[in-house]
């Protein structure tokens, strides 16, 4: 019961102390005093309006009216600091032994403009309105050492405006605190708040207060939060700003960190970011605005990259530059399909009709260098690859250096031009390449098997795989050697003319395969195909469906009768239907028309010897009953005819000599 007794007693005691504390506080004194420290720590003018009152609560002070701060001279941006009041705390101990000792100061809801000049010239700093430092000998008491036990902003909105680079930047709803217990010494920030929409809070440390004021690098620990995502950085940072340390992001939260940059989130493929990003590694951003990592470690959906990088921020766009190194890497969702198994997503039902999406590429102007132990592109798939990455204005040009693939290597360059909806093009070379593979992953087609070359230029359009592969215009030749053609004996139709030579177990087998095409409307037309075997020699031509994954083909095959390589049995074979299951037929059109057309040619031939013939004999008849001899280049109807008209001449001379007296 004692201390129960002893306790009211000492809130009694303390309640008089705080009391009695009100009255001994000099409001106005108080005031006085802030507003000549501030004015004669920044050369500033600060101006209270209204009353100031004594408070007890939450904190012994005083709290005033309205307050602002004037701004630089150059400025047209009004006051660089107006609230609607002050809230200063107060050191009880010293007030009590007379003194007055500010610990504190808060300011409600204020509204601050930092500003720099078209000049170079930042607002914030005092005494002189240049940049550089915090110092002007022109303005007493500038840069005199003070602290601040705490202070803080209540309901506080800020702008930003960099006249020189023409941006501005506004934040809402602060909610801070600031602490400097040593003008030389640690100071620290705890902010919250809102931009473009989005909010995040902001805490750090620097080592060094006065250096930081005066532009220097200083030892700084800060951390970003926004939303999901999450910044830190340890090293030395300037107010410039200016840092050199460890950076150490994890940005999957691409929607926040947009928002934060003023900017709409893009909508990256899976494998490139879609929903995780890691960044970590040696950074430096200057004054210029640029940013170099050195060292780095990415992680895009949980592709591992190592990566030395530039960005400059300096004209139209953000520029990167960046070499790169990788392992495997899995970007099977670029293309829409499924990274992992054949097919490649590349299903008997057609093509992904997913839409690609490529708004991710208007972000950043970027050349990258990418080394990479694999790349599975869901429907191809490569191995070790050299590819320079040039994006220009959201036109991306992949430069294949070297990529291997399929027992072979690729080159050439691959384009996705992004400007106006989703194109994309090629011209590439395939030297060696194994093409059943290949085909199995990009199309599921795995009835074609050979190691040869191929060369390719194609052109097509639309915002899915689908709707590219039926636009495609272009051209390119194939040569294979030493292959098969599964599932598909023609040399055995050939020999029985039966069509029943297909499916498991049966193959065509060839020493070379080649020809030429064209590709037009996503149809691939060949004329010139020619395979060679031991016991066969075939021709082709007909179409290739490569949007519409059919194709209706005619072979030309002749079984070789000999080891002399003379022709036999020939006979035509159409292929027709999907590419998952073509119908195999012998075209009995075209036989009837092949025989049709070698009776019209024996009658022809027929007819020409009798014509010979019959010419002959005129010819002869002419020579001995007519004395006729037949001209070089003169036909017999000819001739006939100029020895008609030499009798007829004879005999017209004969008259006219014999009418003139001259003949008998």
Do not use: C
């Not at 190592?306 to 953000?318: C, N, V």
């Not at 590819?387 to 036109?395: A, E, G, K």
């Not at 490569?546 to 009768?561: D, F, P, Q, S, V």
């Not at 001739?639 to 004879?650: G, K, Q, Y």
């Amino acid at each position: 019961m004692r201390w129960i007794i002893r306790s009211v007693i000492a809130l009694v005691l303390l309640a008089i102390v705080l009391v009695g504390a009100v009255f001994l506080i000099p409001a106005e004194k108080v005031a006085d005093i802030a507003v000549a420290k501030f004015n004669a720590l920044t050369g500033r003018e600060l101006v209270i309006s209204g009353s100031v009152r004594p408070s007890i609560w939450p904190q012994l002070g005083v709290t005033t009216g309205p307050i602002s701060i004037s701004n630089a001279d150059w400025s047209k941006e009004g006051p660089m600091v107006q609230a609607e009041g002050l809230s200063i705390s107060l050191d009880l101990a010293a007030l009590i032994a007379g003194d007055v000792k500010i610990t504190g100061v808060e300011a409600i809801n204020p509204k601050v403009v930092l500003e720099r000049s078209a000049k170079g010239e930042e607002n914030w700093v005092f005494g002189g309105g240049g940049s550089g430092g915090t110092v002007s000998a022109a303005t007493p008491g500038v840069g005199q050492p003070f602290t601040l036990d705490k202070a803080s902003v209540s309901g506080g909105a800020a702008v930003f405006a960099d006249h020189a680079a023409g941006v501005r930047y506004e934040i809402s709803g602060i909610e801070a605190t600031a602490a400097i217990p040593n003008y030389t010494g640690p100071a620290t920030v705890d902010m919250a708040a809102v931009m473009n929409g989005q909010s995040f809070r902001l805490t750090g440390e620097v080592g060094a207060f006065q250096d930081f004021l005066d532009g220097k690098l200083v030892v700084s620990d800060l951390k970003l939060v926004a939303g999901a995502a999450e910044v830190g950085f340890k090293g030395q940072a300037g107010i410039a700003p200016e840092a050199k340390g460890e950076l150490s992001a994890d940005l999957g939260d691409l929607a926040a960190v947009s928002a934060l940059a003023g900017m709409a989130a893009p909508k990256l493929p899976a494998g490139l970011g879609a929903s995780d990003v890691q960044v970590s590694g040696a950074v430096t951003l200057t004054t210029a605005g640029s940013l170099h990592l050195r060292g780095g470690s990415v992680v895009l959906d949980g592709n591992k990259l190592a990566a030395d990088a530039d960005l400059t921020t300096a004209g139209d766009r953000p520029k990167l530059s960046a070499k790169v190194v990788a392992g495997a890497l899995d970007l099977a969702g670029v293309s829409g399909g499924e990274g992992g198994g054949s097919g490649g997503g590349a299903q008997a039902a057609g093509w992904p009709a997913d839409k690609i999406e490529v708004s991710g590429l208007s972000g950043l102007d970027a050349v990258v260098a990418l080394t990479a132990d694999s790349i599975d592109l869901g429907m191809v798939k490569f191995g070790a690859s050299q590819i320079v990455l040039t994006n220009d204005r959201s036109r991306l040009v992949a430069e294949l250096r070297k990529v291997a693939a399929y027992e072979g290597v690729i080159s050439g360059q691959f384009v996705v031009n992004g400007r106006k909806g989703l194109s994309v093009g090629g011209d590439l070379s395939f030297a060696g390449m194994a093409l059943q593979p290949m085909l199995a992953d990009f199309g599921g087609y795995e009835r074609l098997v050979g190691t040869g070359d191929m060369r390719v230029k194609f052109l097509g359009s639309g915002a899915s795989v689908d709707a590219i592969m039926h636009s495609l215009e272009g051209s390119g030749s194939l040569a294979l050697s030493n292959g098969e053609i599964l599932g598909l004996d023609i040399a055995g139709m050939l020999r029985t003319l039966d069509t029943s030579y297909v499916g498991e177990g049966q193959k065509t087998i060839f020493d070379s395969l080649g020809g030429s095409f064209t590709i037009a409307g996503g149809v691939l037309h060949n004329e010139d195909l020619v395979l060679k075997s031991p016991y066969i020699t075939a021709r082709g031509v007909g179409d290739v469906g490569l949007g519409a994954r059919n194709l209706e083909y005619r072979i030309k095959a002749t079984a070789l009768a000999d080891d002399t390589g003379a022709g036999g049995l020939t006979a035509p074979l159409l292929i027709k239907g999907s590419w998952a299951n073509p119908k195999f037929s012998l075209d009995l059109q075209a036989i009837a028309d092949e025989k049709l057309a070698e009776q019209k040619a024996a009658l022809q031939a027929q007819a020409e010897a009798k014509r010979a013939e019959l010419e002959a004999a005129a010819k002869a008849k002419l020579e001995s009953e007519l004395g006729v001899a037949q001209q070089e280049g003169e036909s017999l109807q000819d001739a006939a005819r100029r020895r008609m008209n030499e009798a007829m001449d004879a005999e017209a001379q004969k008259a006219l000599q014999k009418l003139l007296g001259r003949g008998n």
